[in-house]
């Protein structure tokens, strides 16, 4: 059964979706969802400061305020960096907006309700700025970050050995400096595979989680305001990071498909969303499918592929919603489609989203913010 409706425009929603609990997932696009010719931004970043923590040294003790970004712990900041972030911004010039007010100083050491005030205020501020797009795609602003990120990581700037992975596994090695950007791992990688730099802008490196039945599922994309030698560590063993098509418009593949290269990485990356059930394929294509595959004709399997259900979209399997549960989500192609274990769908047409976001609660709650 298939509920589709051409009038649904998904703009904002009450609606609850937790896509696969373990994880949180990130899609900004500009409402026409066509990506920038550029390195993919995300147009606003959601900050939030929901706890506190005492620091002892032997020489003293401080409060951190612990950090999330798009609902992943980034760092933990005292008061002085937020203060000295507030002043770097009054030197800028270059975006719309005035600066938000600033928690002010105190003379002498905070009480348990003065902290919590203040948290709640640098929250409040950090959240304000993450909402303003011309500061967000900011080198500064997300430089800054990225140094948090390393700071709090607590090791010394050196040269990291990390693992790119291809879609069907093939494995590439690169040396970074551990606080490198991720435009910069991904230069690294593309430049190491041969892709023409003006072909850059059509991918993006995701981070994929290896699930006890042995099955990798997407975590998120790395963004540029963190470094992915730090991110790929904290977030523990069984994940990689893989460098996939970042575009939404199918269309657009014309361009990486007069490349050699960028056809061959199109057709990898179909090949393992076949494989993975990414992509639904009628019993009469798979074996013309197959045939095409093993007379290596790429450009003929990807214009068959094409015709395929859910070419060309993300998969998030496990997701919890209001409409059933678990369900899984594919969004790509103008489309969020919900699929239940019945095979039942129900579809929403996506004419104008701004930001769509998932995250968690810093507690056991998670939920969905539009």
């Not at 920038?36 to 147009?43: A, G, M, S, T």
């Not at 460098?243 to 199109?266: A, N, Y």
């Not at 699929?339 to 701004?354: D, G, H, M, N």
Request: glycine share 6%; proline share 4%.
């Amino acid at each position: 059964m298939s509920l589709e409706s051409d009038e649904m425009k998904v703009r904002h929603s009450s609606s609850t979706i937790i896509l696969n609990s373990e994880t949180e997932y990130i899609l900004c696009l500009p409402e026409t969802l066509k990506q920038p010719k550029h390195f993919p931004e995300l147009r606003v970043m959601h900050f939030s400061v929901p706890e506190t923590e005492v620091v002892r040294t032997s020489e003293a003790s401080y409060n951190v305020y612990k950090l999330y970004i798009n609902g992943k712990y980034h760092g933990s900041m005292r008061y002085s960096q937020f203060l000295s972030l507030h002043e770097k911004l009054g030197q800028m010039g270059g975006f719309k907006g005035q600066r938000p007010s600033f928690p002010s100083k105190k003379l002498l050491p905070l009480s348990l309700g003065q902290l919590e005030e203040r948290r709640v205020g640098l929250e409040k501020y950090i959240q304000t700025l993450g909402g303003n797009e011309d500061l967000v795609g900011s080198e500064v602003f997300r430089a800054y970050f990225r140094h948090i990120q390393h700071e709090t990581n607590g090791e010394p700037l050196s040269t990291r050995t990390i693992h790119v992975f291809l879609s069907n596994g093939q494995e590439r090695v690169h040396d970074i400096p551990s606080n490198a950007s991720t435009s910069t791992l991904l230069r690294i990688v593309l430049d190491g595979l041969g892709i023409k730099s003006e072909l850059h802008h059509f991918f993006a490196l995701y981070f994929f989680k290896r699930s006890p039945n042995g099955i990798w599922k997407i975590v998120g994309r790395l963004e540029e305001y963190e470094c992915p030698y730090i991110s790929l560590c904290w977030l523990g063993e069984d994940v990689r990071i893989v460098v996939r098509k970042s575009r939404w418009e199918v269309t657009e593949e014309v361009f990486l498909e007069k490349d050699p290269v960028g056809l061959h990485l199109l057709y990898l990356q179909t090949v393992a969303d076949i494989e993975a059930g990414w992509i639904q394929v009628e019993k009469e294509k798979l074996h013309a499918l197959a045939l095409l595959q093993t007379e290596g004709k790429k450009a003929d399997y990807l214009r068959l592929a094409k015709t395929l259900k859910f070419y060309g979209a993300l998969k998030f399997p496990d997701s919890v919603t209001h409409f059933a549960s678990p369900m899984t989500v594919y969004i790509g192609n103008r489309e969020m489609v919900f699929l239940s274990s019945a095979r039942e769908e129900l579809v929403f047409k996506l004419t104008r989203i701004k930001c769509w976001r998932v995250s968690q609660q810093h507690a056991s709650q998670t939920h969905i913010v539009t």
